[in-house]
């Protein structure tokens, strides 16, 4: 039973099982307790709003915002051009495996120097990033 996407996408899991996976669907049939932590709504959420948006729109408000931006950070695949020196960026990898293993090292280093908000570049739509999507999903669920 898959309880959230994650590093094995759910084709290599049927591939190892033999058989097809269950999905989280069947999991709320079961009972409305979370199966394990990482399935509650909000689960590592950091303490600054989580907003994913796609790269044009980051660069747009970025552009905008200019040196006045402050309180922000920026997580994201694309190279953008940031203006203001209080701006804190930091490149995500564009391999799925390398930005789930830094994500939450990533947020809690953005929380920890006192960012408000958390800008996340949209993810590929491809299963890879499925687990990384999830993890993002519900950082930004609060």
């Not at 039973?1 to 049939?29: F, I, N, Y």
């Not at 950070?73 to 390398?98: C, E, G, K, N, W």
Request: include cysteine.
């Amino acid at each position: 039973m898959l309880l959230r996407p994650g590093v094995l996408t759910r084709a290599q899991l049927e591939a190892a099982c033999g058989q097809p996976v269950l999905d989280k669907d069947a999991v709320q049939a079961i009972g409305s307790a979370p199966c394990a932590s990482g399935t509650l709504e909000s689960h590592y959420a950091p303490n600054a709003k989580v907003r994913l948006m796609g790269a044009g729109a980051m660069q747009t408000a970025l552009d905008l915002l200019g040196a006045d931006a402050a309180h922000i950070a920026v997580y994201a695949r694309t190279i953008l051009r940031i203006q203001s020196p209080i701006v804190l960026y930091r490149r995500m990898p564009d391999d799925a495996l390398a930005a789930a293993q830094q994500l939450f090292s990533v947020l809690r280093s953005f929380d920890a120097q006192g960012v408000r908000l958390i800008w996340v570049e949209n993810l590929p739509a491809s299963t890879e990033w499925d687990g990384v999507r999830d993890r993002l999903g519900r950082a930004a669920a609060s």
